[in-house]
């Protein structure tokens, strides 16, 4: 059996409030199609241009769950990081968001309660013209591991 090198994220007492974290994601075909080929989900708002020249977004949007899911991503990768886990999700689309567009999320850690091990995270994300285009709240229990365990594995 292969041992893989474990990667743990911030542990709540090792994050401070005003830390952040900026990233910038342009939303692909590649990714529109997974989704909607994972979740079944048909609505004609997200794919298809014929349908959407008729509605006031006159062209594709980005399914909202799909910026969730960059959202939680993020929270997953870098800020705490691997073993946490979110919580409680507030998000608020200002605008819509169309393919192609580069988004970029700012991420502040705006609360940290040690007592209740959760961990507040604020997000807004712009477009690439500086519009505004969603504000999140994330609630997240950061990851909590048992020192020993750390060491008993990574000396095996």
Do not use: C
Not at 6 to 29: A, F
């Amino acid at each position: 059996m292969l041992h893989h090198p474990k990667k743990y994220g911030k542990k709540i007492n090792e994050l401070t409030e005003g830390e952040y974290l900026s990233i910038t994601e342009t939303i692909e075909d590649s990714q529109l199609l997974l989704y909607l080929g994972l979740t079944n989900d048909a609505n004609p708002l997200f794919i298809q241009h014929q349908y959407t020249e008729k509605t006031e977004y006159e062209k594709p949007i980005v399914p909202s769950i799909m910026l969730m899911g960059i959202i939680s991503s993020v929270v997953s990768k870098h800020l705490p990081g691997p073993g946490s886990n979110i919580v409680n999700f507030s998000f608020n689309l200002i605008q819509p968001v169309y393919h192609y567009e580069t988004l970029t999320f700012h991420f502040e850690v705006i609360k940290i309660d040690e007592m209740k091990e959760v961990v507040t995270i604020s997000v807004k994300a712009h477009n690439y013209d500086e519009e505004r285009v969603l504000d999140a709240v994330v609630m997240v229990k950061p990851t909590k591991i048992n020192e020993q365990d750390v060491t008993d594995n990574d000396g095996q």
